[in-house]
C-alpha cells in the first residue's frame, strides 16, 4: 500500500473532527423548516445521487442476488434509519451540542456488548472501570432530576441509538470485509433513506416551517460535507491508520458541536453538562487504551 502523506493524514483527521462536530449544529439549523425524518431522509437520498456515480467510476459494482445484500441493506435500516433518525428527531426536543454530548458513550457500549459475541475480545480491569466511568458520566448527562419529561424521554432515545449503533457496529464487522467500503456506504444509505422518507409520508409531514437560506445550507452541509466528503476522509484514514486512532476523533467532535452551538445558537453549556462529558471521556479513553494495548499483545 502506498504511504500517505503526514500533511493529506492530518487534513483527513481534522476534517473528520471538524465535520461530523458541525453536522448536529447543520440538524439543529435545518429542523427549523423540515421534518426531521424527510430532512434525514433527504439527506441521505441526495449523498447517494452523489455517491453513486462515484462508485461506478471507481468500479464498484452492485451485483449478486438480493439475499447477499439484505445484510447492508438492514445494517442501513439500524444505522440511518434507527439512529440517524431518531437523533434529527430529538435535536427538535434537545439542545445540539447536548445530543452531541450524548452519543460520546458509542464506544463504552461497544465495549460492554463485545463479550457478548462470540470470538470478540474480552475485556480486562481497565475496559471494566472504562464501562463504569462511561456510564456514570452517562448518568451525570442524562441527570433525570434536573430536566422536564419531554427532555428525558428524548435523551433517552438519544441513548438508545448509542446502543444500537454500537450493536450495529459489531455485526459490521463481521460483514464489512465481504463488501467494497463504498458499496456498503451507498447501500446503507439507500435503505436508510427509504425507511426515513416512508415515515416522513406516512406522517404527512416534509416542511414545518419556510424553506430559508440557513436550511439549505444545512441540508447542502450534511449532504457533501457530512455524508461525502466526511465517509471519504474516514476511509482513508481507516487504510492507513487502525481503528482505535481513528476513532479518536469522537473526544473533538462533541466539542466542537458544544462550542459551534453556545457561539452561534445561544445553547446553554453548564458544568454539569462537561463534568459528564469529561467521565465518559475518561472511560471511553479507559476503553480505547485497553484495546490499543490487546491490539499491540496479539
Excluded at 15 to 40: E, H
Excluded at 73 to 91: K, Q
Amino acid at each position: 500500500m502506498e504511504r500517505a502523506s503526514p500533511l493529506a493524514l492530518g487534513l483527513a483527521y481534522a476534517s473528520l473532527c471538524v465535520i461530523w462536530g458541525s453536522t448536529y449544529l447543520a440538524i439543529k439549523v435545518g429542523l427549523a423548516s423540515f421534518d426531521p425524518f424527510f430532512y434525514a431522509g433527504l439527506r441521505y437520498l441526495l449523498a447517494v445521487a452523489l455517491l453513486l456515480p462515484v462508485a461506478l467510476a471507481a468500479g464498484v459494482r452492485f451485483a449478486g442476488p438480493l439475499a447477499r445484500w439484505w445484510r447492508p441493506l438492514a445494517v442501513g435500516v439500524l444505522f440511518i434509519g434507527y439512529c440517524n433518525g431518531l437523533v434529527f428527531w430529538s435535536e427538535t426536543r434537545l439542545d445540539s451540542g447536548f445530543t452531541a454530548l450524548l452519543i460520546t458513550a458509542t464506544p463504552v457500549w461497544t465495549a460492554l456488548l463485545q463479550p457478548l459475541i462470540p470470538g470478540e475480545r474480552r475485556l480486562g480491569v481497565l475496559g471494566w472501570l472504562g464501562i463504569v466511568a462511561g456510564l456514570a458520566g452517562s448518568a451525570m448527562l442524562l441527570a433525570p432530576w434536573r430536566i422536564d419529561r419531554v427532555e428525558l424521554g428524548a435523551a433517552l432515545v438519544v441513548e438508545s441509538t448509542v446502543v444500537v449503533w454500537a450493536a450495529t457496529s459489531l455485526w459490521v464487522r463481521r460483514i464489512g470485509s465481504t463488501f467494497h467500503p463504498l458499496a456498503l456506504t451507498v447501500a446503507q444509505m439507500t435503505a436508510g433513506s427509504a425507511v426515513l422518507l416512508a415515515l416522513a409520508g406516512l406522517r404527512g409531514k416534509a416542511l414545518v416551517g419556510p424553506v430559508t437560506v440557513p436550511s439549505l445550507a444545512g441540508l447542502g452541509f450534511l449532504v457533501v460535507f457530512g455524508s461525502c466528503v466526511a465517509f471519504g476522509a474516514y476511509f482513508f484514514l481507516l487504510r492507513h491508520w487502525d481503528a482505535a486512532r481513528v476513532s479518536s476523533s469522537g473526544f473533538i467532535n462533541p466539542a466542537v458541536a458544544l462550542f459551534l452551538g453556545w457561539w452561534l445558537l445561544d445553547e446553554q453549556v453548564t458544568v454539569v453538562m462537561v463534568s459528564g462529558a469529561i467521565v465518559v471521556l475518561v472511560g471511553v479513553a479507559l476503553v480505547l487504551y485497553e484495546d490499543r494495548g490487546a491490539r499491540r499483545r496479539v
